[in-house]
């Protein structure tokens, strides 16, 4: 079986050594670029690239506008690396449709564990739909329909809408999905949670409204069936 294939780019080279000798133990393909340009040269010409690792300040073109470049075009799913970690940071990359936001410095293990979380949800086998509410969500396909209407969404958005689909009418704390969505002992704060909600509800239109706020605890969907 091929191995996976990430593309890391970062314009510091000793950060980038470090992130791809971790990664190569873990048994992963890495292409290196050193700038946003680069990046992007790069990843159009390379169809096997499966998970871009991404630094926000970079010379010429900063990982915001990489991010915006590549989501035109691929849904492929990015982890942003920063220096940055002020909230309007965070979520400009969230609504740039980031799946991952980490903040340096970081652990290069934890780092590793949420690109193996990522690709493990990505390249899953599972065949079966899931269906409620008027929408429908085919796994294989990584495709969502609602009211018939196929939807774009993020990997996260995706990977959030699965989470509730099959825990529909349990109430969800936000630790809980976030343990289960991000597949990872995250320590990040409730933002993470409802910035990606508002989003998902969003782009459900009117089918949003079957996500429901649990008041200082979290969600539950509970659709009209």
Request: hydrophobic share 35%; proline share 2%.
């Amino acid at each position: 079986m091929a191995k996976n294939k990430i593309l890391l780019v970062d314009d510091e080279p000793r950060l980038r050594k470090m992130v791809k000798d971790f990664l190569k133990r873990a048994e992963y393909d890495v292409v290196e670029a050193e700038n946003g340009r680069q990046a992007l040269d790069i990843f159009f010409s390379d169809s096997r690239i499966d998970l871009v690792i991404l630094d926000v300040m970079m010379p010429e073109m900063n990982g915001w506008e990489v991010c915006r470049e590549i989501r035109r075009e691929s849904t492929v799913p990015i982890i942003m690396l920063t220096a940055k970690n002020g909230e309007n940071d965070e979520l400009q990359g969230f609504d740039l449709g980031a799946d991952e936001y980490i903040s340096k410095p970081f652990s290069n293990k934890i780092l590793v564990a949420r690109v193996g979380a990522i690709l493990r949800r990505t390249g899953g086998t599972e065949s079966d739909e899931l269906c409620s509410g008027g929408i429908r969500i085919d796994k294989i396909a990584h495709q969502v329909y609602v009211g018939g209407q196929e939807v774009d969404l993020s990997f996260k958005e995706f990977e959030l809408l699965c989470y509730f689909l099959e825990n529909k009418g349990v109430a969800l704390s936000r630790e809980r999905i976030l343990n289960n969505v991000w597949n990872y002992d995250y320590y990040g704060d409730a933002r993470t949670i409802d910035t990606h909600v508002k989003k998902l509800r969003n782009k459900l239109g009117k089918y949003g409204d079957s996500i429901v706020t649990i008041r200082g605890m979290g969600y539950k969907y509970d659709p009209a069936e």
